[in-house]
């Protein structure tokens, strides 16, 4: 296991590893134990973010950060952002998925769980302490508008957005609907990164952006 380009994250060549106090698998990935510590393997087909870096991501300050995750589930993504975070707020509104999560924070001693919808940020905004990232994955309509609001209440350093376009409409195209995304977070922020990453997440985008 060696060191790859990502902070904090590890890889045999193949796939990505986060490294972890942790032994039990959460989401039926493969744990390799070595040291007395845990690699969990990172699965791209599990996790957009996994996917992003499979196709060569170049933002990841995701090391060492506070950071604001809209749209937890059942912690898939989570618990290895976890493992790489100072904490992480996961916000779910589904409380079917929130008992998983709340059982993960339960071992985790950095995971903050909130039962509340992304869009009703000022019910939330009271546990959230200056989150330097903020990390969407809500496959709902208004998925941007939801983004730009919690972007503009806590004015984070970075902004991740899993664009899942099929959502939004799935009549048209799934580019022609990421382009119109972009342009409506231009209007207040930098968009620095975009990646098809359908290999691994049909009809999504990822979006990276800068307060
Ligand atoms: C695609 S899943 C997220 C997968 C997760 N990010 C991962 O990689 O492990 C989308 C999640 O967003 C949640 N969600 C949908 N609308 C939401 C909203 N308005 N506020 C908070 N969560 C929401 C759903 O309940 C679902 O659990």
Sequence with gaps: MKRSRYPGVFTDGRHFYTLSNYGKSVYGEKVIKKKGKYYHLWNPRRSKLSASMHLKLKSFPFAGAKILYLGASTGTTVSHVSDLAEIVY??????????????????????????????????????????????????QRDQV??????????????????????????????????????????????????????????????IVVRA
Aim: glycine share 0%; hydrophobic share 40%; net charge neutral.
């Design 90 to 139: 996961a916000v779910e509104v589904s409380p079917i998925s929130m008992q998983k999560l709340v059982s993960l924070a339960e071992q985790r001693k950095n995971i903050f769980p909130i039962l509340e919808d992304a869009r009703k940020v000022e019910n939330f905004a009271i546990f959230v302490e200056e989150p330097d990232i903020i990390y969407q994955d809500v496959s």
């Design 145 to 206: 508008e939801i983004f730009i609001k919690n972007m503009s209440y806590f004015n984070p350093n970075w902004g991740f957005i899993m664009l899942k376009t099929r959502t939004i409409d799935m009549r048209r195209k799934p580019r022609e609907i990421m382009k119109e995304t972009v342009k409506k977070i231009k209007e207040n922020f930098t968009v620095v990164e975009i990646l098809d990453i359908s290999r691994f997440q049909k009809d999504h985008y990822a």
